[in-house]
């Protein structure tokens, strides 16, 4: 009766037993014991002689198995998991919201004589299309269907095949494209790390700062783009007048001669 009644206490108080806990994360009893073993895991808490979890377990466990798909090795998620505390969730919400799509676009599936059309079919060799996988631009899914990653680059492509620019010149301007942006956006990240994360990890991670962090990374991913856009304008605009005045200047200069 007495283990019946602490059974049914746990329950009440949100609590679930290891075969539980692997079925809500989709992870095995043995791998549960064996990230305890390591000291992934925090032990349970001991009722009679059942170890109950909670949700802050189920939590850790999905940042674990998230840090294990970037990419991460056990012994550096030991040590990310340890310096979230007690606040796995939070780490998680803010990882999460870190890898979260600046812009929800759709991928697109296409076959290779659609993707091919706008320059024509001769126009995409297997060279230029190992290039556009490289670049990202696309997925390869077999019998010869792609995933177009982001259909406003291929649209943007597309409006410059209609002006006569070959494929080939199109993807040297986007690779250059590509690593310019690459800097501006290493540049936003240093400042976030800087001003508002590191002070935020030297503190400790208090949990009551956790809003604050994760409220100015919702504000601060906005405000990156509409800098870069506006920027943008302002290098067009001064290029595009210097590109102007470089061409009177050689007419006149010609005239002259």
Do not use: C
Request: avoid cysteine; charge should be negative; glycine fraction near 8%.
């Amino acid at each position: 009766m007495g283990s019946q009644e602490t059974r049914s206490e746990a329950t009440a108080a949100g609590q679930i037993t290891i075969e539980d806990l692997a079925g809500r994360t989709g992870m095995t009893v043995r791998n549960i014991r064996a990230h305890q073993s390591r000291g992934l895991l925090e032990p349970p808490r001991v009722l009679g002689r059942t170890g109950y979890y909670d949700e802050g377990h189920v939590e850790r466990i999905a940042l674990i198995r998230e840090l294990q798909e970037e990419g991460f090795n056990l012994e550096a998620i030991l040590r990310i998991v340890d310096n979230a505390g007690d606040s796995p969730g939070d780490l998680l919400s803010f990882t999460r919201k870190v890898r979260a799509p600046y812009e929800d676009e759709q991928p697109e599936i296409l076959t290779l004589e659609e993707v091919a059309k706008p320059w024509g079919e001769e126009a995409l060799t297997p060279g230029l299309m190992d290039r556009v996988v490289t670049l990202g631009l696309m997925r390869p899914l077999g019998d010869g269907r792609y995933e177009v990653l982001s259909p406003k680059l291929l649209a943007a492509g597309i409006e410059l095949a209609g002006l006569g620019i070959p494929v080939g010149a199109s993807l040297d301007a986007l690779e250059t494209l590509k690593e310019r942006s690459r800097a501006v956006a290493e540049v936003f990240i240093r400042l976030f790390n800087e001003q508002v994360w590191e002070p935020f990890d030297r503190a400790g991670r208090p949990s009551e700062d956790w809003p604050r962090v994760q409220e100015a990374l919702a504000r601060m991913r906005p405000l990156v783009t509409d800098a870069f856009v506006a920027s943008f304008q302002f290098a067009m605009e001064e290029t595009s007048e210097r590109a102007i005045s470089d061409a009177i200047r050689r007419e006149l200069e010609a005239a002259e001669n």
